[in-house]
């Protein structure tokens, strides 16, 4: 597989290029898939996937995408998507990678207090309450969508944040159940759908583990709350539980049977060792899915610096960079 090059910028909507070429074999579509096929071609171990997967023929025509940013943290509407981790950085700011960064209190740490007041009583779980997208209107987006010329759009269904903005089986933080009331995922994918779009779901739900500072003068370390800022201590170099694992897994088997995305996107973090054993086990699931559904479906995968899905088994996402030249 050649990789693909998806660039992205994270802001509000990200809009996502694409470019691929596949041999005289890749050129059977959905329509020679039987949706009556329900084989498990696809095991799970690299080899089988390795042999089996072949890059949509769709995904390489369809040259141009659109990736939305939305949640909660629009609330403070304050920095970006990462408001939720920042506004409890005190002493310092730690990386995606775990690296401490510039010493002192972050910029949104400073300004949430400011603004809202202390992150003891008034955490991130709070907003959730005054998020309302009383203005969403699935139908004008996706036609906005569909007249810049996207063939295909990818919201997040779950961002590091544990808030999921689906109706879901697996979590009570949820859009359905809080704040707006409304299966915004749903919402899109079936305006999306009727207007002729193909449609994925992005989950950065892995690093929800490690997004939180936790500090006994925050409310991140209630155990109350341990289901929206996860169940890890205080010890920052905790790997990941089993229990957690469990609930990524769930929390991905329900994205997957209940909308039946084409693209299933992953931010990083699912590339740490931690992940390791349900990588291909999910990979297999998931394409085996799309034999079951008579359609061509795909992974996108970001990593830093680890190999999460092997060549010639996803679409390799690269943000904000490029690939080396040799």
């Not at 890059?55 to 943290?73: L, Q, V």
């Not at 879901?168 to 779009?197: C, H, I, Y």
């Not at 929390?251 to 931010?267: A, E, G, K, S, W």
């Not at 034999?291 to 060549?311: C, M, S, T, Y």
Request: hydrophobic letters at 35%; a neutral charge.
């Amino acid at each position: 597989m050649n990789f693909k090059h998806l660039a992205a910028l994270s802001v509000a909507i990200i809009c996502i290029a694409s470019c691929g070429s596949s041999d005289k074999k890749n050129q059977k579509d959905t329509a020679q898939l039987s949706a009556a096929d329900t084989t498990k071609v696809f095991q799970p171990n690299w080899e089988s996937i390795k042999k089996n997967y072949k890059d949509p023929k769709w995904f390489s025509d369809d040259k141009f995408g659109i990736f939305i940013h939305w949640g909660a943290y629009s609330v403070p509407a304050f920095g970006s998507e990462w408001y939720p981790r920042q506004m409890y950085m005190d002493t310092a700011t730690f990386s995606a990678t775990l690296k401490k960064g510039k010493k002192g209190p972050n910029a949104t740490y400073t300004h949430h207090k400011k603004t809202w007041g202390d992150q003891k009583e008034f955490g991130y779980k709070d907003f959730i309450p005054m998020f309302k997208a009383e203005k969403f209107d699935a139908k004008e987006w996706i036609t906005l969508f569909k007249k810049s010329g996207a063939r295909y759009v990818v919201p997040v269904a779950d961002h590091h944040d544990g808030f999921a903005m689906y109706k879901s089986n697996t979590t009570r933080w949820n859009s359905f159940d809080m704040g707006p009331k409304r299966d915004v995922l749903g919402e899109l994918f079936k305006e999306g759908k009727a207007q002729g779009l193909k449609m994925g779901a992005s989950s950065h739900f892995a690093f929800n583990w490690s997004f939180y500072n936790k500090k006994d003068k925050f409310d991140t370390v209630d155990p109350e709350y341990a289901d929206l800022y996860s169940s890890k201590g205080k010890d920052l170099t905790q790997p990941v539980s089993e229990e957690f694992k469990e609930r990524w897994w769930k929390r991905t088997i329900d994205l997957v049977d209940t909308y039946q995305p084409d693209i299933l996107y992953f931010d990083f973090y699912v590339d740490i060792e931690d992940f390791a054993d349900l990588r291909p086990k999910l990979a297999a699931y998931y394409y085996n899915k799309g034999r079951e559904w008579g359609k061509e479906v795909l992974i996108n995968d970001k990593n830093f610096g680890h190999e999460a899905f092997p060549e010639g088994t996803v679409i390799y996402d690269l943000e904000r960079g490029k690939l080396p030249d040799s």
